[in-house]
């Protein structure tokens, strides 16, 4: 439960009493707790604060879980999910599956059993933070931070992006298209000549050690891990 100390949770729960009994348990066991009582003010916290991790019941007003969890993961697969839920059918539960819940709760949930998906929870996000490179280089999954040693090697927004493909995709090659989906996202239905993704390369090859990012002929770029 120590991890949990360094972490945000988001509640959200629009029943007074469950949020009288948990939310003052959750704030005894992490960094900062933000608790929100239907969807749209969930996301609107979510999107300023951006919590570790989102406890969420699957049926909460203005807009329920289901919908709430699609929206976050329209963008954002790293943020833990954990569903209450007071039913298991197997459309909710494909649902979850889908949306990449970590857990999913049956209310009423015991202190136990909520404690049990927090550790769960924190041990992912603990396991999943640092990523270590060849050549003394670690990547920090969640700031989208790189590291050479204990020196903090500064990329620009489109290498980051670039940079976190090539961490994902543990060594497979990705190819112009993938890397011009990932990369300009925000621009993909415009022209991006391929020479782009080259001039990437070459400014972000001068701030790493030689021989971190390869080139595999014809198949695109890579990270060996």
């Given amino acids: 439960m120590n991890r949990l100390k360094k972490l945000t949770i ?20 992490c960094e900062t707790l933000h608790v929100a009582r ?66 999913y709760l049956i209310k009423p949930v015991s202190r136990t059993k909520l404690v049990e998906a927090l550790v769960k929870a924190s041990e992912k996000i603990e396991g999943a933070k640092q990523v270590h490179l060849p050549h003394n280089c670690s990547w920090d999954a969640r700031s989208k931070t790189l590291f050479h040693g204990d020196q903090q090697i500064s990329l620009t927004k489109r290498e980051s992006y670039f940079f976190d493909l090539l961490v994902k995709k543990k060594g497979i090659p990705s190819n112009e298209d993938e890397i011009l989906f990932h990369v300009w996202g925000d621009k993909f239905d415009k022209t991006i000549a391929n020479t782009s993704i080259r001039t990437l390369v070459k400014n972000l090859r001068k701030k790493l050690p030689d021989g971190l990012v390869k080139n595999q002929y014809g198949l695109g770029y890579k990270i060996d891990l």
Avoid: C, W
């Fill in 10 to 29: 988001l509640y959200v729960e629009d029943e007074e009493r469950l949020i009288e009994s948990y939310a003052p348990f959750l704030e005894g066991h």
């Fill in 38 to 103: 239907d969807g749209e003010e969930a996301y609107d916290l979510y999107k300023e604060h951006r919590p570790n991790i989102i406890l969420l019941d699957i049926y909460t007003p203005k807009m329920n879980g289901i919908e709430l969890a699609k929206k976050i993961r329209e963008d954002d697969y790293s943020t833990i999910l954990i569903a209450f839920t007071g039913h298991s059918d197997q459309k909710t539960l494909l649902e979850l599956v889908d949306l990449y819940f970590l857990s």
